[in-house]
């Protein structure tokens, strides 16, 4: 129960660290791809940042409106956020499905809290 409590109270400064973090490396990296002159790799991982902010936002929205998330999924859904940055080749793949756990735990929180 105390990890519990730990993990609800600090989900913000973990978001914000790996918006901070992912921000760094995605311009440190640059452009990436086979064909740079065409300049489509630059839309494949343009979309990331602002995705972020959206994660962050509404996960901040949660909290202040005292809307119990799934633990499990946020669990999942930080991890394979952990793992689009460390693992770069397949970046978009792990950030799509973790977007996708993402949307689902928002969607079931707010059906559950609207349901009582």
Do not use: H, Q, R
């Not at 792990?94 to 949307?103: E, G, K, P, Q, T």
């Amino acid at each position: 129960m105390k990890y519990l409590a730990f993990f609800i109270k600090f989900i913000f400064l973990f978001l914000i660290s790996y918006f901070v973090i992912g921000t760094i490396i995605i311009n440190i990296t640059g452009e990436t791809g086979i064909n740079k002159t065409v300049g489509w790799a630059w839309d494949l991982t343009s979309f990331i940042i602002p995705l972020s902010l959206i994660y962050f936002s509404t996960y901040s929205a949660l909290v202040l409106m005292k809307i119990k998330t799934n633990m499990l999924s946020s669990i999942l859904s930080i991890l394979l956020l952990l793992f689009s940055v460390l693992f770069k080749n397949y970046i978009t793949v792990f950030f799509l499905i973790s977007f996708l756990i993402f949307l689902s735990n928002v969607i079931f929180s707010i059906y559950l809290k609207f349901k009582k």
